[in-house]
């Protein structure tokens, strides 16, 4: 079954609180994926984060010493379809802006190849190798304007957010799938380091029936 990309919800405001929380819809269909993404400053750290009261998955955190930030990457497979609570919780209170975008996928598995890289300088690029049917989502966080994220390089994406976190953080999704294969992903700002990360959300592939009639037969004499 082919990856459909579904509903997104983004967010970029101050919980004030230890843990901040908004609805977002999952599409209906089979092979459900939700991909998260927070990023905020590291004055406190993220302890986990649900979804309709489901624990989500991490596929990756990383503390940006120099930047001031920090940022986690959750999944769950099969969530529940429909309205639903999202929930990002922290070892205390925020109070500077949070970045969080969720993406709503059909079709789709976890378990897709990462790039978590620190900032250095732009254009930073890094490689990441997906399978057949895989689409590439990608962000960053920057002290300046964030100029271009290209998936792959030379293919710059619209944004699909930019926010403000006391740092400038932007992400950018593949406009298509992949063929199975190795590509470049390319981030630019104005002028200073931006980091890289990155997310193959992977084809859930669908096993064939196995026939009922192995193919054996007697001879009747």
């Known amino acids: 079954m082919a990856v459909s990309i579904g509903n997104k919800t983004q967010v970029n405001q101050t919980p004030a609180s230890n843990f901040y929380q908004f609805t977002h819809n999952?599409?209906?269909?089979?092979?459900?994926?939700?991909?998260?993404?927070?990023?905020?400053?590291?004055?406190?750290?993220?302890?986990?984060?649900?979804?309709?009261g489901v624990a989500m998955s991490q596929v990756f955190v990383r503390n940006f010493g120099g930047l001031s930030q920090t940022t986690k990457l959750f999944v769950l497979e099969n969530p529940n379809t429909g309205n639903n609570t999202f929930r990002i919780n922290f070892t205390g209170n925020q109070f500077n802006p949070i970045s969080v975008f969720?993406?709503?996928?059909?079709?789709?598995?976890?378990?897709?190849?990462i790039i978590n890289l620190a900032g250095t300088s732009s254009p930073k690029n890094s490689?990441?190798?997906?399978?057949?049917?895989?689409y590439i989502y990608s962000y960053c966080v920057s002290t300046s304007a964030i100029l271009g994220i290209e998936i792959p390089n030379g293919n710059n994406?619209?944004?699909?957010?930019?926010?403000?976190?006391n740092r400038q953080v932007r992400g950018g999704l593949s406009a298509s799938s992949f063929t199975a294969g190795t590509y470049n992903i390319t981030h630019i700002t104005s002028f200073t380091s931006v980091t890289m990360q990155t997310y193959e959300i992977q084809e859930k592939s669908v096993t064939p029936p196995v026939s009922g009639n192995d193919g054996d037969f007697f001879l009747m004499m």
Do not use: W
Not at 127 to 134: A, E, K, P, R
Not at 157 to 165: D, L
């Open 26 to 52: 999952q599409n209906t269909g089979n092979d459900g994926l939700l991909v998260v993404s927070v990023v905020m400053t590291n004055t406190v750290s993220f302890t986990n984060a649900t979804y309709g």
């Open 157 to 165: 994406r619209p944004a699909e957010y930019t926010h403000n976190t």
């Open 127 to 134: 490689n990441i190798t997906v399978l057949d049917g895989s």
């Open 102 to 113: 969720v993406l709503s996928c059909t079709g789709a598995k976890a378990g897709g190849n």
